[in-house]
């Protein structure tokens, strides 16, 4: 009987462990993760924060969810390091577990701000279910807001400040949101949706220290510049740090996350690794990616567990991915790898409506839709097809987007 390991109970971990069984009916299924809680849903604890849901449809599975499918879930169980010789993870009071086939699943944790005072009291930062409580109860009393961090999580405290009536400040450095992948146009759309929730973005700028006062509360955070927000609630979502430190040793290639193959498979034997933690190899791109996003960790997870199984390269991963923000009147959608590519196309079509799309060697690898989502079913039907359309972008840029417009594609 095969004994399967996964460290890890986000989506990817539990996706693998549902797989698994599924492939695999009379394995052993282990389950670790450090948080109290089984599976929840990462996307809507947002909701939660801004006081819009209660917590109980933001929990996936129950305890009993594991016992119906005979996988041993370990809850508040962290693991500590894993042998890959002999083949044992070990935990910090759960004893050492034996694996024939082990998967990390272990996603990352909030990087903090590298300044004075960055871990005050009313500074928050947001990845599990218990920050967002924390987050929701401060957030009912606080006033004033400093949101740090210009990504799509930063984004989620400017809602969560909207939602709770909490007038703030978004210092960003540079002249826009999210600069990698959004021009100044697309960017002046967020912003007026940043805006019309009561959230000032702060261009250039940023933080340089905390102030807090003499009960160690944040009371302000001042900028390189030396200008000083006041606040009491400060939030900051600047990137995420691989959880990664219980492989030490272990062998496994890390290239600032774990470095899988398109079977998900690690550089060591019989360990895989899925969800946001993986360096993956993205078939359509065609080079080793990153994406922190849903639908890619369950899918990952899935394909894991398949390939374990299999004891076998039996399934590749394969994947459009998307993420999606509704805090505005407009809707807002990346898809793919926006932020790559060689070259791009872009246009602006209303106050509230703006497309761009990335190439790589004349393929789409990813985008961002604004306003109007329409194009995004083609756009990921021509990444999935690889087709070479960068030559007829103003296609593309059509609002409304005809594949039929398009040239056959040529033999390569
Ligand atoms: C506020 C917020 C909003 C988001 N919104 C969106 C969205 O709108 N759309 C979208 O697509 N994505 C969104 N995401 C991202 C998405 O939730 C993640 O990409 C996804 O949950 C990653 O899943 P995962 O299984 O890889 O990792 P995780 O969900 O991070 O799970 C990893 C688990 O491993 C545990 N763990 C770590 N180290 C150890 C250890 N040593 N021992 C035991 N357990 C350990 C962790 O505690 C955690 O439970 C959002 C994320 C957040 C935080």
Redesign the pocket.
Known sequence: MTQYVI???????SSAAETLREEDPDAKITV????GEPLYN??L??EHAKGKLPEAPISIHDEGWYEERDIDLSLN???TSVDTDEKIVYTHDSGDIPYDKLLV????TPTQLPVENSDADGIHH???FQDARGIREHAERADKGVIVGAG??GI?FAAVCGAQGIEADYVMRGDRWWRYALSADGAEIMHDGMREVGVEPVFDSGVDHFETDDDGHVTAAVDPNGDRYDCDFAGVAIGLSF?TE?LRGAGIEEKNGIVVDEYMQTSVDDVYA????TRFYDVLLGEHAQN????S?KEQ?RVAAINMAADDDAEEFQWVSS???THFDFPFLSFGHPTLGDEHAERRYSDTEWRRVAFKDGKIVGGVLIGDLSPQSTFKQLMREQRVVADQADVLMEQSVDLDNLAPQQEQ
């Not at 699943?105 to 990352?108: D, E, L």
């Not at 899925?274 to 933690?277: H, N, Q, R, S, Y």
């Open positions: 460290i890890g109970d986000g989506i990817s971990g670790i993760t450090d948080e990462r996307i604890i947002k169980t962290h693991v699943a272990t996603g990352g947001f990845w599990t799509l999580l989620d959880n219980y899925a969800g946001d933690i922190g996003s849903w639908g960790a997870g993420y999606s923000i």
